[in-house]
């Protein structure tokens, strides 16, 4: 059995095949996953797990150089926007994006993790960084 990082196996098989510039998102419980994305859900109830929760034990695991927010979080989650940026570290990038524009990009994402968040605009696009 693993001991450390990431027990769930969909996510810890998609955190390894990462590539640099590769992407993943997290998603609240309504965020539209378009079709042929694989989706993890996460989701048991509304609110559980919370969206931050998850966005921190994927960070512990997963190298990133850019994180994507919709730029709607701002004025209608900004709680929400403070704890996303506690989470990330310094050399995170963190980019803003209407949230058609973030619907559009999850066409590229390589998976994406659905939570049981149920706040406004709790999503976020992950870039993979590399190592060295």
Known sequence: MKKHGILNSDIAKVLTDLGHTDKIAIGDAGLPIPEGVKKIDLAISLSDPSFIKILKVVLEDMKVEEAILAEEIKTHNPSQLKAVESALIEEERLVFISHEAFKRELKNVKA?????????????ILQSGVLF
Request: charged residues 15%; hydrophobic residues 30%.
């Open 112 to 124: 994406v993790i659905r939570t049981g968040e149920a706040t406004p605009y709790s999503n976020i």
